[in-house]
């Protein structure tokens, strides 16, 4: 390794691992797209969803007109009949951030009234962290496929935290000896 310090392999490894840290991720692409979709493109947001990669570590980012509109998180069967009156979570902020900590699907509406009728709403898909690993990976399957409720990890299954112990630990043991 000539010409290549420790120091070098132990930044280049650094900036890997921090690559992979979740990311904040503008719901549709852009700061107005937390609206009622035109009726020609009612599908859009879980359009741009099924096109996008969300991971474990992920933020979701709503910008929108608080004294106008909120965002709630809901389960499958109040997505389906926009049913807003007992969300999982209710945000009213303006600029929402809601992290993703576990794989599966995520469903949201607008809270205000006849908005989700309208279509303003999302369903976002999680990959598991077996699949967000690989490399060239096959688009995520369509948000429909999904028919259960979204399932935690296995305990069995290495967390990320875990993992980066690991390397950090060989990282140190190398550069002491």
């Not at 691992?17 to 879980?46: C, F, H, M, Y």
């Not at 979701?60 to 909120?70: G, R």
């Not at 499958?76 to 009156?85: G, P």
Request: charged share 15%; proline share 5%.
């Amino acid at each position: 390794m000539a010409g290549f310090s420790r120091a070098s392999l132990v930044l280049v490894l650094l900036c890997l691992v921090s690559s992979s840290e979740g990311r904040e991720i503008l719901v549709g692409g852009k700061t107005d797209a937390w609206e009622i979709p035109n009726p020609s493109q009612s599908d859009s947001l879980n359009q741009w969803s099924e096109n996008s990669r969300f991971r474990i570590g992920d933020t979701l980012v709503w910008k929108y007109n608080s004294s106008q509109d909120s965002v709630l998180q809901v389960s499958k069967r109040d997505y389906v009949t926009c049913n807003t009156s007992s969300p999982i979570e209710e945000y009213k902020d303006g600029n929402t951030k809601v992290n993703l900590d576990h794989s599966g699907p995520y469903y949201f509406i607008s809270g205000a009234q006849g908005h989700c009728q309208k279509g303003q709403k999302l369903i976002v898909v999680v990959l598991s962290s077996n699949h967000s690993r690989h490399f060239g990976m096959a688009p995520a399957p369509s948000p429909v496929e999904f028919d259960g409720p979204a399932l935690a990890p296995t305990s069995g299954s290495a967390g990320f935290g875990g993992g980066l112990a690991v390397v950090f630990g060989v990282l140190a043991g190398w550069v002491l000896m």
